[in-house]
């Protein structure tokens, strides 16, 4: 049987902690599809998992100005977002099953603010801020990809 010292025990055991802090400070990084508003072609990371959900765009200093992530819910349900560490101020739209946005709300960095669903959606894209108000692109407006089905 090997001893170790009571103090190199404690320093191994201290630096474990100390890489899961940092990694649950890191971005995630998830697979992508290809979404299109109009003509606009978005690359949006998607969110399936309840553990993806909740980190979702957390800890990310920049975002490419067409790419997003798209959370994916089970059941349709008021979804409702809000900022904890999030540094990025972001752009939300709620979508119905078929691609069409059923409200959209701009949301600030690193606040609790609720931001919710006016009707049951199982889908959510988030953008940097701004970016759907800049292409005029509204509610009842569509976003199409495999996703949607179409």
């Excluded at 170790?4 to 320093?11: G, N, T």
């Excluded at 765009?57 to 409702?80: I, K």
């Excluded at 946005?101 to 669903?117: A, F, G, K, R």
């Excluded at 801020?129 to 509610?139: L, N, S, T, V």
């Amino acid at each position: 049987m090997t001893y170790i010292k009571p103090h190199r025990l404690i320093a191994a055991i201290a630096l474990c902690f100390v890489g899961l802090a940092t990694a649950q400070d890191a971005p995630q990084r998830l697979p992508t599809t290809r979404l299109t508003a109009g003509f606009h072609v978005i690359t949006a990371e998607v969110a399936r998992t309840s553990e993806q959900r909740a980190i979702g765009l957390m800890h990310r200093p920049t975002m490419p100005p067409n790419e997003g992530m798209l959370f994916v819910f089970e059941e349709p349900g008021q979804q409702c977002f809000w900022m904890k560490n999030t540094l990025l101020p972001l752009s939300i739209a709620f979508l119905a099953d078929d691609g069409s946005i059923v409200n959209i709300d701009d949301m600030q960095p690193q606040t609790l603010d609720s931001h919710c669903s006016k009707k049951p959606v199982r889908f959510v894209l988030e953008m940097n801020k701004g970016w759907f108000d800049k292409r005029a692109i509204k509610p009842g407006a569509k976003i199409t990809g495999a996703p949607f089905g179409n």
